[in-house]
């Protein structure tokens, strides 16, 4: 049978990022898939991450930077990406910020995202959650 999720649950991070997750662990116990809805502000950005999960990221608006070990690239509004578990990427957004969808196979958890540790960055998403991953 059909099951209406009629609210995301918001997961609090530093650094100004929304993350309202509407599948996954959080908000329903859901361990095969995450789908959350993401809002980043501009020049936001996470440390450097090796996750076993792949990771689809639909950018809704504005622009989603994806560094990894060939370079960047630049995901913009109605273009999507997936990365693969086991690749060392980092996101982040330039001037105009980014709304996208984040969807992780199997779901997202701070256990397997193996973010690096080493990162100066003020506006890094340490959250419980984290997805933005995308």
């Not at 509407?22 to 809002?39: E, L, Y």
């Not at 630049?74 to 999507?80: E, I, L, P, W």
Request: charged fraction near 25%; proline fraction near 8%; charge should be negative.
């Amino acid at each position: 049978m059909p099951e209406l999720i009629p609210t995301p649950t918001t997961i609090p991070v530093p650094g100004g990022k929304i993350i309202d997750e509407h599948v996954g662990r959080v908000n329903t116990g859901t361990d095969a898939v995450s789908v959350a809805h993401m809002k980043a502000p501009a020049d936001w950005s996470e440390p450097f991450q090796t996750p076993e999960f792949d990771e689809v990221t639909l950018v809704l608006a504005g622009a989603v930077l994806v560094d990894h070990d060939g370079g960047q690239l630049r995901v913009d509004a109605g273009q999507s990406v997936i990365t693969r578990g086991g690749e060392r990427i980092r996101y982040s957004t330039g001037p105009e910020g980014a709304e996208y969808v984040a969807v992780c196979l199997p779901a997202f958890s701070p256990e397997t995202v193996h973010r690096d540790d080493d990162s100066s960055d003020d506006s890094s998403d340490d959250s419980s959650d984290g997805k933005g991953d995308a």
